[in-house]
Nanobody, 123 residues
């Protein structure tokens, strides 16, 4: 069983920053591809960013230039640095992990999920 635990969400004003963390409780963390997704009320879960085991990164168009995904394999932790936050970024953010070397933008291609952390951006 692989457990993912997110932290770092909160309330921030528009233009502010937050850094989300995702600790993966698994010895072979370095072999997992990680993704961040978000889901706002009444909307479908959507891809935000992904990072492969070799640290190749991919972003949704709506976060390019504002968000940065990274990972620290020594700490079994993934990060999502979010700058220039907008009210439309308000959502529950989830980290996910999948076995394999490639990032997928489809949420149902991920094997393991965290519990989610709420991000609220006020205008």
């Amino acid at each position: 069983q692989v457990q993912l635990v997110e932290s770092g969400g909160g309330l921030v004003q528009a233009g502010g920053s937050l850094r989300l963390s995702c600790v993966v409780f698994r010895r072979t963390f370095s072999s997992y591809t990680m993704g961040w997704f978000r889901q706002a009320p009444g909307k479908e879960r959507e891809f935000v960013a992904g990072i492969s085991w070799s640290s190749s990164t991919y972003y949704a168009d709506f976060v390019k230039g504002r968000f940065t995904i990274s990972r620290d394999n020594a700490k079994n932790t993934g990060y999502l640095q979010m700058n220039g936050l907008k009210p439309e970024d308000t959502a529950a953010y989830y980290c996910a992990a999948r076995v394999g070397s490639s990032v997928s933008r489809q949420w149902d291609n991920y094997d393991y999920w965290g519990q989610g952390t709420q991000v609220t951006v006020s205008s």
